[in-house]
């Protein structure tokens, strides 16, 4: 497998970096970097890790040159899990409000830890955080339940203060989407999963619409619904489909509108990436606590509760045949 890290790791390009993705020799990863300049997104840090994890520390290398942007690499705990020596020194700040490393979570505690790591990051209002904080430890818990992954899931934060955003990535190395779906959804291809996966009220533990009092089916659409209120990116990569949720425009003071169909956002989507065995989901939040921000939850809870009893409506118009 091959990663390289350019200057335009965005996640507004995510694509462009998935699609550079080779993974022809799952046995080996070779990370390669821009030579002058980088800029990693937690969420291709965090593939890159769950990939690293997956081939092994003695068959994991970072070589060619390493810019002095490369430290963040190695501040993030990149290095660690490679067989290549980091070549920079310098003075460790502390990394509380700042961003969260790599960390790997596999039990209920791993998440509680990661979670608490998180929190200071936010710099939001004890409700605002809340809210946060409850979606951020559904799509990890999600990650736990579905990815049938035996090394966890992979999660990285970073905030940044000019912005007022915090990034964050997870990603796990497990079944991917379709197969999470398939026994209960029957999706065709990878990106029809992606789509049922970002709907409200669908879950792959369950056929029962709105999903179940453990899984709702909602932490991903929440997520969405977070990154579209607050004019960030979203996205979301298993298979060889990835979809990317574009900001919403600011021209207007409209709130935006929620949908419970992922496809009616403005969005990019390929069905043509390199096939992953597993799950990225990747966001941007800017932490402003505008109104729009603050009426989020009752927002996103009306979209869920309307999509949960169309499908039902739907689902009892259907002919049924003895």
């Known amino acids: ?4 890290f350019s200057n335009q790791g965005n996640l507004r390009n995510l694509q462009s970096f998935i699609k550079s993705l080779d993974f022809s020799d799952p046995s080996k990863l070779q990370i390669t970097t821009h030579s002058k300049w980088i800029t990693v997104h937690p969420a291709n840090l965090a593939l890159t890790a769950a990939l690293a994890i997956k081939a092994g520390k003695q068959n994991t290398e970072i070589i060619g040159k390493i810019p002095d942007t490369g430290r963040y690499l190695d501040r993030m705990g990149l290095y660690k899990l490679t067989e290549t020596k980091s070549p920079f020194e310098y003075n460790k700040k502390e990394s509380a409000g700042r961003f ?6 596999k039990t209920a505690k791993d998440q509680s ?8 990051l936010l710099h939001l209002s004890e409700q605002s955080t809340m809210v946060i904080k409850y979606i951020i430890g559904e799509l990890v818990r999600n990650v736990l339940e579905h990815a049938f992954s035996d090394d966890g899931a992979v999660v990285v934060a970073q905030y940044y203060k000019k912005t007022n955003r915090i990034s964050i990535g997870i990603c796990d190395t497990g079944i991917g989407i379709w197969k999470s779906m398939l026994e209960n959804w029957h999706p065709k291809t990878d990106l029809d999963a992606i789509e049922l996966s970002l709907m409200p009220g669908i879950t792959g533990t369950t056929r029962r619409e709105g ?4 899984n709702a089916g909602a932490g991903l659409f929440f997520i969405k619904s977070i990154a579209k209120i607050t004019r960030s990116y979203f996205a979301i990569y298993s ?3 990835e ?3 574009l900001k919403y425009r600011s021209d207007t003071r409209r709130l935006p509108t929620l949908y419970a169909d992922p496809f009616r956002d403005r969005h990019t989507k390929i069905d043509d990436a390199p096939r992953f065995n597993g799950t990225l989901v990747a966001v941007d939040i800017l932490l402003d606590e505008t109104p729009e ?8 809870g009306k979209v869920y509760d309307e999509a949960i009893r169309e499908r039902k409506r739907t689902k009892y118009k259907e002919p049924k045949f003895i």
């Open 239 to 241: 298979g060889n489909a």
């Open 243 to 245: 979809y990317t949720l």
């Open 113 to 120: 830890r990661f979670i608490s790591e998180m929190i200071p």
């Open 100 to 105: 969260v490393p790599i960390s790997v979570i």
């Open 1 to 4: 497998m091959k990663i390289h």
């Open 293 to 300: 921000f603050q009426s989020l939850l009752g927002a996103i």
């Open 211 to 214: 999903g179940t009092s453990e």
